[in-house]
Nanobody
Framework: QVQLVESGGGLVQAGGSLRLSCAAS????????MGWFRQAPGKEREFVGR????????YGLDSVKGRFTISRDGDKNTVYLQMNSLKPEDTAVYYC????????????WGQGTQVTVSS
């Protein structure tokens, strides 16, 4: 299984931006479908979006469309989540995950990175 490490979280004021990174080792990300998830305190984990090996992103939350962008850099074996116009309701632990195909489960997860948006 590929190993994933997220970074880039932190504290930001509403309206600000952050870019999360998900670096992989033990595998080539271009061979995986990559997803971003988030979990706020007391809430279930949400699917933020994913990016396939073809590089086309798909967003799972209407609330992030137009504000969040998922991309990947094959040379760096890294996937990114660019978050703009952040809102307090975006506060959560953000996780990246990998799966071999659309029919397989998300078999690899990072440890998560905290994003806190202050009002």
């Amino acid at each position: 299984q590929v190993q994933l490490v997220e970074s880039g979280g932190g504290l930001v004021q509403a309206g600000g931006s952050l870019r999360l990174s998900c670096a992989a080792s033990g595998g080539t990300l271009s061979n995986y479908d990559m997803g971003w998830f988030r979990q706020a305190p007391g809430k279930e984990r949400e699917f933020v979006g994913r990016i396939s090996w073809s590089g086309a992103p798909i967003y799972g939350l209407d609330s992030v469309k137009g504000r969040f962008t998922i991309s990947r850099d094959g040379d760096k074996n890294t996937v990114y989540l660019q978050m703009n116009s952040l809102k307090p309701e975006d506060t959560a632990v953000y996780y990246c995950a990998a799966r071999r195909s659309l029919r397989s489960g998300w078999g690899s997860w990072g440890q998560g990175t905290q994003v806190t948006v202050s009002s």
